[in-house]
């Protein structure tokens, strides 16, 4: 009757737990580089969904929170998942994930351009370095069709 996690689902296992977060964001080549840190804690919904809760202060005062889906269907055989966030309106879906290199989980998802008129791919990496780090990368597709790197965050488990 109900499904059970697969061993694509153990890939997200790393994630558990509670976790300091540090990241740098720069939304264009010219664009001034912002810092932020934070919190997030990663718990599991009996091993089939994998949920990220975030939330932290930027030095200008702004606090935020996020929370980050993810998990895999069988059936298309791929991983999917969600992610909001308080500092915009956008909710990203997050479709055909695939692991590359064993380390790194790619998902994709469509979004708006910031800095212009419609909606343009993004890509949200999660890199895990060991039981204690694992990075997350955001790139955005570019008007010249290259990948940019716009986020990144670096976790660190909290002992």
């Known amino acids: 009757m109900f499904e059970k996690p697969q061993a694509e689902h153990s890939w997200l296992e790393p994630l558990l737990g509670d976790w300091l977060m540090e990241a740098e964001c720069q939304m264009g080549p010219d664009e001034p580089i912002h810092k932020s840190t934070g919190e997030t804690t ?3 919904m009996e091993g089939m969904w994998y949920l990220l809760e975030g939330s932290g202060e930027e030095p200008e005062g702004g606090h935020w ?5 993810v998990g895999y269907d069988l059936k298309k055989s791929c991983y999917m998942g969600t992610f ?3 500092m915009m309106t956008h909710l990203w879906y997050y479709s055909k994930g695939v692991v590359s290199e064993g380390k790194n989980l790619i998902l994709e998802t469509e979004g708006p351009i910031f800095h212009g008129e419609g909606m343009t791919s993004y ?3 999660i890199q895990l370095v060991d039981d204690s780090h694992w990075i997350l990368k955001s790139e955005i597709l570019t008007e010249d069709g290259n990948w940019q790197q716009i986020v990144t965050s670096y976790y660190r488990r909290k002992t």
């Open 65 to 69: 929170s996020t929370l980050m889906t």
């Open 42 to 44: 990663c718990r599991s």
């Open 84 to 86: 909001v966030g308080s």
């Open 123 to 125: 890509k949200d990496i």
